[in-house]
């Protein structure tokens, strides 16, 4: 069987409901705190408290949405097809969908992580309140952080990801669902890419000359899912 990469950025969350941090404004969380403050590696010490509170927000915010028909039909081609899930995203909605071993290249929102001892815990949607809650192993505080890639911050799991397209064959299939391609090199990676590519964004984006894929949907996540399912079950069945 042919393999199968699904690859998603925010887009695919924001159907749910999930503001973004390009497309927010207003009263969005990501309108009322500076990035460059609570996510920003170089800085977050400095502003301990402010980050959790951003975070712990954050956190109650995702457990107030739900997967939608993007999220649940990338479960479906997991089971169907044993597709590879593999997101930029740090909300658990795949998993909510009924997904399994998706790989988060950016962290977890549902997660902490100490600095002080490497280690990792399920946090869930509650708040981490800096006056009660410590690293369960070490005891730590002001090294416990969200387990999010910030700014200025290696992301270790971009390792897996490139090994991961780089094992893409001729023979295989490359799905990339609400990407800017301001972050990940999307560009690069579909002119590079042996694999058949599709693209599904909410539109064109300057950043992904969509010439590089093979195929190319525009239109909000959730609504072109059935349009994106039909077109993958067309590719898989002539391989």
């Known amino acids: ?14 159907d749910s409901g999930l ?5 927010s404004g207003g009263q969005s969380l990501w309108a009322r705190y500076d990035p460059d403050v609570v996510c920003n590696f ?6 301990f408290e402010l980050v959790h509170e951003f975070y712990s927000k954050r956190r109650m915010e995702l457990a107030d949405v739900e997967p939608n028909a993007a999220h649940k039909m990338a479960a479906e081609w997991q089971k169907k097809y044993g597709a590879e899930l593999i997101t930029q995203n740090v909300d658990d909605l795949f998993e909510r969908a009924g997904a399994r071993n998706v790989l988060h290249v950016h962290g977890r ?5 100490c600095l002080a001892c490497e280690t990792e815990w399920e946090w869930g949607y509650q708040a981490f309140e800096p006056a009660r809650d410590r690293c369960p192993h070490c005891g730590g505080l002001h090294e416990v952080k969200p387990d999010v890639v910030f700014f200025n911050e290696k992301a270790p799991l971009y390792q897996k990801l490139w090994e991961r397209l780089d094992s893409l064959s001729h023979d295989d299939l490359l799905v990339i669902i609400g990407t800017s391609g301001n972050v990940l090199p ?4 579909a002119r590079h890419s042996r694999a058949v590519t599709i693209l599904s964004n ?3 984006e300057p950043a992904i000359p969509e010439d590089f894929f093979d195929h190319v949907l525009h239109g909000r996540a959730a609504e072109t899912a059935p349009r994106l399912d039909a077109l993958v079950a067309r590719i898989l069945s002539e391989s």
């Open 1 to 14: 069987m042919r393999q199968f990469v699904l690859l998603t950025g925010s887009g695919i969350s924001a």
């Open 19 to 23: 503001d973004t941090f390009r497309s």
């Open 42 to 47: 170089d800085v977050w010490e400095e502003n």
């Open 109 to 113: 929102l549902t997660a902490l992580r």
């Open 186 to 189: 999307i560009a690069g990676i």
């Open 202 to 204: 909410l539109a064109s």
